[in-house]
């Protein structure tokens, strides 16, 4: 499995940004059990953004506070985030991640990130 993260660069604060992750190697991402954003600020851990789940439940950490949406849309196997709002504190790596449940385990896959950058 394959994930190719696109859309970040630079935007003033109040600006808007649309996120998208192309995923690769599976027949169809109704198959994930869950998608989500997560992102990393230079010397921070990695953390949650938004995450939506096989059968669509979404979750957002409670920064968010309603500006973004996490979407997928199964047709073209892609995860979205729409980021409207943005301050600076959300500069930051982004990346998006699908997680896996089986029988014999789970299994996490990774993109390479896009760097989102919000200039005050």
């Known amino acids: 499995v394959q994930l190719q993260a696109s859309g970040g660069g630079l935007v003033q604060a109040g600006g808007s940004l649309r996120l998208s992750c192309a995923v690769s190697?599976?027949?169809?991402?109704?198959?994930?059990?869950?998608m989500g954003w997560y992102r990393q600020a230079p010397g921070q851990q990695r953390e949650l953004v938004a995450r939506?789940?096989?059968?669509?439940?979404?979750y957002y950490a409670n920064f968010v506070n309603g500006r973004f949406t996490i979407s997928k849309d199964r047709a073209k196997k892609t995860l979205y985030l729409q980021m409207n709002l943005l301050q600076p504190d959300a500069t930051a790596v982004h990346y998006c991640?699908?997680?896996?449940?089986?029988?014999?385990?789970?299994?996490?896959?990774w993109g390479q990130g896009t760097q989102v950058t919000v200039s005050s």
């Open positions: 991640n699908a997680y896996f449940v089986r029988s014999l385990g789970e299994k996490h896959f």
């Open positions: 190697g599976i027949e169809s991402i109704a198959t994930v059990n869950v």
């Open positions: 939506i789940s096989s059968s669509r439940t979404s």
